[in-house]
T-cell receptor, first 109, second 111 residues
Framework: EDQVTQSPEALRLQEGESSSLNCSYTVSGLRGLFWYRQDPGKGPEFLFTLYSAGEEKEKERLKATLTKKESFLHITAPKPEDSATYLC??????????FGKGTKLSVKP | DGGITQSPKYLFRKEGQNVTLSCEQNLNHDAMYWYRQDPGQGLRLIYYSQIVNDFQKGDIAEGYSVSREKKESFPLTVTSAQKNPTAFYLCASAADTYEQFFGPGTRLTVL
């Protein structure tokens, strides 16, 4: 069964304190892993797509990496405006996106 | 500006009432999707459409209906058969079937 598990559920950081969010997945034949950012009461905002193990992508303070079993979203020197819920999803074997429950990130000044 | 719009932002439904949520996109995307988001749960797929006049059920289609008469529009009707409709509803579209882009969402509350 296709599955996506994100950890931790919630993460509190001080401004400037770097950390990583984890996304573990189980799917036969990965056809894409996606990261989104969601602010409260808003739709998810697309961040990255990763297709193969070893691939990395960066955007400002965010860097996404991919292995055969998991993906990490590294946040370097976060700022309060990085506070949001980060969602991970994979393209499932049934032909649709399978989402994790998300990691709620809070960055305190 | 290209994008996805959803209306209304907030919607209130009385018991036994059908309501329709609007989703429009001007990105010229072929595929469109409806998801439901509940607190503490991942997004769950309700219906999707890869081409005009064709759509498929997702994981939780019971109590919902859709139509796809135009490429730009994919309205979702929440029927009285949906027993627990209070949730945040998200519409998405994609040029191919991979990277999906989301609208701002509609929050539906049952009175």
């Amino acid at each position: 069964e296709d599955q996506v598990t994100q950890s931790p559920e919630a993460l509190r950081l001080q401004e400037g304190e770097s950390s990583s969010l984890n996304c573990s997945y189980t799917v036969s034949g990965l056809r894409g892993l996606f990261w989104y950012r969601q602010d409260p009461g808003k739709g998810p905002e697309f961040l990255f797509t990763l297709y193969s193990a070893g691939e990395e992508k960066e955007k400002e303070r965010l860097k996404a990496t991919l292995t055969k079993k998991e993906s990490f979203l590294h946040i370097t020197a976060p700022k309060p405006e990085d506070s949001a819920t980060y969602l991970c999803a994979v393209w499932g074997s049934q032909g649709n996106l399978i989402f994790g429950k998300g990691t709620k990130l809070s960055v305190k000044p | 500006d290209g994008g996805i719009t959803q209306s209304p932002k907030y919607l209130f439904r009385k018991e036994g009432q059908n309501v329709t949520l609007s989703c429009e996109q001007n990105l010229n995307h072929d595929a469109m999707y409806w998801y439901r988001q509940d607190p503490g749960q991942g997004l769950r797929l309700i219906y999707y459409s890869q081409i005009v006049n064709d759509f498929q059920k997702g994981d939780i289609a019971e109590g919902y209906s859709v139509s796809r008469e135009k490429k730009e529009s994919f309205p979702l009707t929440v029927t009285s058969a949906q027993k627990n409709p209070t949730a945040f509803y998200l519409c998405a579209s994609a040029a191919d079937t991979y990277e999906q882009f989301f609208g701002p969402g509609t929050r539906l509350t049952v009175l």
